[in-house]
Structures are given as C-alpha cells and as structure tokens.
C-alpha cells in the first residue's frame, strides 16, 4: 500500500519560508511532484523530481523562490518555500506516479494535503 504523508505547513508572514516535507512508504515512483490548490482554484503543478536521478522541474510561477529536494535514504521529499507570496496560499499536495506530464492526472497516488498561508 502506498501512503503520502505531507507535514511542515503552517502560517507566514509574507517574505518568509517554510519547509514542507512529504514521507512515502510503499513503492517507489519515478516521480515525485508537489501541487497546490487555493479555494476556489484547479490544483495546480508546483514541482517534480525523479527519485532516481534528482532530475527537477518547476511552474513559472515558483523558479527562483521554492526548490524540490529528496532524500533517498529517508524516503522523504521537501519543498523549500523562500520569499513566499500570500498568492502561494494553498493546501499543498505531494503526489507520485511513473511516466507522464505535469497534470494532476499523472500520479497516481496523493497525501492527504497541508495548508500554508502566507499573511501581507
């Protein structure tokens, strides 16, 4: 059975951090992703990385300011939030699949979600 357990978000001021973590247990998916959705919002991509080879991609929206990381011997993947917006308020999710895009469709399996809320 594989399980997606998300933790680390919380409240923040606007311009501040947050490190979100994501346990997997179970198999072992080629990709790793982190998406978000705001009330009223499609749940939209984030970031991916291959457990493999660490390869990483990340929304327009988020290059320069959060970086996907895993560490392979805790089966842990993270989401390091810098210079954070009140627009990347969200329930994030951490999400796994094998081959495919960057749409929610393409994993296959999803934590339960955290919530983050930058304040202005």
Known sequence: QVRL?????GLVQAGGSLRLSCTASGRTFRRYAWF???????REFVAVITWSVGSR?????????FTISRDNAK????????????????????AAGG??????????????????????
Do not use: I
């Open 5 to 9: 357990v998300e933790s680390g978000g």
């Open 36 to 42: 978000r959705q705001a009330p009223g919002k499609e």
């Open 57 to 65: 991609t990340y929304a327009d929206s988020v290059k320069g300011r």
């Open 75 to 94: 089966n842990t993947v993270y989401l390091q939030m810098n210079s954070l917006r009140p627009e990347d308020t969200a329930v994030y999710y951490c």
């Open 99 to 120: 081959f495919g895009g960057n749409h929610p469709r393409d994993f296959d399996s999803w934590g339960q979600g955290t919530q983050v809320t930058v304040s202005s």
